[in-house]
Nanobody, 115 residues
Framework: QVQLEESGGGLVQPGGSLRLSCTAS????????MSWYRQAPGKQRELVAR????????VYGDSVKGRFTISRDNAKNTVYLQMNSLKPEDTAFYYC????????WGQGTQVTVSS
């Protein structure tokens, strides 16, 4: 059974930082590309960042470039999203996704940026 479990969300003030983690089980993690998506109330789910299976290639959404960093540790079956300089508009539910011919999604974690 495939499971993706996100953690690290919470409430943070504008300008603050959070690090999200997503740990996978039930898949050969090292062959999967991993992504972070987010969805705010009333908005479509959008790509935040994506990292290749080996970690050598990354892609970021325009709204997070220069502020967020995606990384992975294949030995720990975990992908991370370091979020710096957070803004209120970053408030959303954040999901991780594993892709290798098929998508697997986690349940998500809430990030709220507010003073």
């Amino acid at each position: 059974q495939v499971q993706l479990e996100e953690s690290g969300g919470g409430l943070v003030q504008p300008g603050g930082s959070l690090r999200l983690s997503c740990t996978a089980s039930g898949i050969i993690f090292s062959i999967y590309a991993m992504s972070w998506y987010r969805q705010a109330p009333g908005k479509q789910r959008e790509l935040v960042a994506r990292i290749s299976s080996g970690g050598g290639s990354t892609v970021y959404g325009d709204s997070v470039k220069g502020r967020f960093t995606i990384s992975r540790d294949n030995a720990k079956n975990t992908v991370y999203l370091q979020m710096n300089s957070l803004k209120p508009e970053d408030t959303a539910f954040y999901y991780c996704k594993a892709f290798f011919g098929k998508d697997y999604w986690g349940q998500g974690t809430q990030v709220t940026v507010s003073s």
